[in-house]
């Protein structure tokens, strides 16, 4: 084993586990689709079309630290979760250009006599860019930061559990430029940037992840609306955590893809294609194998909607055994009308994380994630939201607490949602 990446004590080892379940809860981003949408006129204001809006959220939480429902020496923290999400989104058409951006902070506060948030305020910001520099050239502009705090545990032998959140931030840049080789084929490159970090309980959790990506395509147009594709990339990331000796990650893909776009929202994007991944001062075997994702929305009739997906891909592994993890996921959504104003959708998910250790049996972590709700639009600029999700792992692991043999990966989460949303959507 290298000796960069010691083994990890019980202690050690639900400290990773936490940050581990951390970010694969995260979110991998809001697609740009979501990111964009709206549902009103908005405001005119000059050349500007203006969406402002306000949120205000109420989330009754089960488990807010992601405790281990199995370990016998703790017990999981409940607590309500308000928020406050002010959101504007500029829209500026120009001609053929068109240029897009969102600013949308919230200040969350905790409810829990045992725990006190600090840092509330979060900030959210989205950038989107087209410009036709030449009639045979198309750049675009992609921009996402979100600065932060996230909850998080912090398991210590000596003195019991400590809670606090922890500093979060990601950015993830991106260009692309397309050139249009004829009626039908075109060749676009990517280039872009990504960096997200976590830190602020202890000095032992501090984590950060930098990825540069060059990726280039082979377009050809299907029909107006449907695009085939054939790319390569290339992607340099390094891995930092404190205490543990950085890990540098190269990266190759090759694969097919196809979208369809309509009125500028790919409603429909699937790829498949063959991944490396080579590991510098890791710990067990370097990645190879098969990569698919897919999602698509299927309107069933005037007032039912069907969204599915799935996806295998790996990750790097925060874990000190192990180089990565691939995961495979298959989601799919229901969203149906109920009379003029009202809406039910239901979702169910299905995550499955392998991971690769160095020697010994491989790990297994699996996740059901059952999601339900209604909407109701009370006014054109006024809408409400009740929704409940409840969220299931476990693992293959056994780890001895307490005089006992528990998986410390089998996690229960329960939330109900509360919302209210008012201005132009």
Excluded: C
Excluded at 110 to 127: C, E, K
């Amino acid at each position: 084993m290298n000796p960069s990446r010691p083994g990890a004590s019980p202690a050690r080892l639900l400290q990773f586990a936490t940050l581990g379940v951390l970010l694969a809860a995260a979110p991998a981003g809001t697609s740009p689709a979501q990111t964009y949408q709206t549902s009103s006129e908005g405001l005119t204001v000059g050349h500007f079309l203006v969406y402002p809006s306000v949120s205000f959220e109420y989330t009754q939480d089960s488990n807010i630290f992601f405790t281990s429902a199995a370990d016998p020496t703790t017990r999981p923290t409940s607590t309500g979760i308000a928020v406050v999400r002010p959101r504007i989104l500029v829209d500026l058409p120009l001609r053929d250009d068109r240029i897009r951006w969102v600013y949308a902070p919230f200040y969350r506060d905790y409810m829990s006599q045992s725990f006190t948030g600090s840092n509330r305020l979060n900030h959210a910001f989205d950038l989107e860019g087209r410009f036709r520099t030449h009639r045979a050239i198309t750049l675009g502009l992609r921009d996402h930061f979100v600065r932060g705090t996230v909850s998080l545990q912090e398991q210590n032998s000596g003195t019991g559990q400590s809670f606090g959140l922890g500093r979060f931030s990601e950015h993830n840049p991106a260009l692309e430029i397309g050139v249009n080789l004829g009626a039908r084929q075109g060749i676009s490159l990517i280039p872009s940037y990504s960096r997200s970090s976590f830190s602020g309980i202890s000095d032992s959790i501090q984590y950060t992840y930098t990825a540069r990506k060059l990726e280039s395509r082979y377009n050809y147009k299907l029909s107006e609306p449907a695009t085939l594709y054939g790319y390569y990339s290339f992607e340099a990331d390094i891995q930092a955590q404190a205490v543990i000796q950085d890990v540098r990650i190269h990266a190759r893909a090759l694969g097919l893809g196809i979208t369809r776009t309509v009125n500028e929202a790919v409603v429909t994007q699937m790829s498949a294609g063959y991944q490396t991944m080579d590991f510098e001062e890791g710990t067990g075997p370097n990645f190879s194998g098969p990569v698919v994702d897919a999602s698509a929305n299927w309107l069933v009739s005037d007032g039912a909607r069907v969204e599915f997906g799935i996806l295998r891909r790996p990750y790097s592994s925060v874990y000190l055994d192990s180089n990565y993890y691939v995961d495979d996921e298959a989601r799919v959504r229901l969203t149906f009308q109920i009379g003029a104003s009202t809406y039910a959708d239901a979702g169910v998910g299905d995550l499955r994380n392998v991971y690769a250790p160095a020697s010994g049996p491989r790990r297994q972590d699996r996740l059901i994630r059952l999601e339900v709700g209604v909407g109701h639009q009370f006014l054109r600029t006024l809408r409400g939201y009740i929704g409940a999700t409840s969220e299931n792992r476990r693992s293959n692991v056994e780890q001895t607490l307490g005089g006992e043999d528990v998986d410390p990966f089998r996690i229960r989460v329960n939330r109900l949602l509360f919302r209210l949303e008012a201005g132009w959507m």
